[in-house]
């Protein structure tokens, strides 16, 4: 395949997002294994601004959540990257890294991969000292790929944008420090 990537992991590359995702995405959205630790699945229509939200972030930070393929096959996998974080909690505002992934993606290793990569791009070509990451209580698959990449438990919280929905909104935050 020959793309343009703004870098790659081994198996991996991470762009930017274009207006051709929005299919690819929504059904990675629209998947409830997928959005298991979210309130909600998105709509197609909610996916669009969602990727217009990403691009946005891009264009003002430099990083966003980058749309991640397999190298090999040009393959969409979902989303790996990093976002810029200003709800309020002790932990932010902060560079968080994420990460969600389609079903066929899951256990081959891509989001450790990914995030690993993320994160040594974070600190060496971006410049970032600390980098957080968050999920629910329940999500001990993203919450073994934080451990898997360094990241130390600072402490649970309950996330300020889900109050609303008393099931999501219990979250622990990881964090890493540049060494």
Known sequence: MN???LFKSTRLGFRNWTDKDAVEFAKLNADEAVM???????SNQETIELIGLLK????DNGFTYYAAEVLAT????GMIGLAYQTYKTKFT??????WRLQKNAWGKGYATEGAKRCLEYAFNELDVDKIISVCTINNSKSENVMKKIGMVKKGAFN???LINYPKYEKHFCYEIIKS
């Open 3 to 5: 793309r343009k990537y």
């Open 36 to 42: 298991e630790h979210f309130p909600k699945t998105l």
């Open 56 to 59: 946005k972030h891009y264009a």
């Open 74 to 77: 040009g393959e969409f996998i």
């Open 93 to 98: 505002p902060a560079i968080d890294i994420g």
């Open 159 to 161: 996330h300020p944008e």
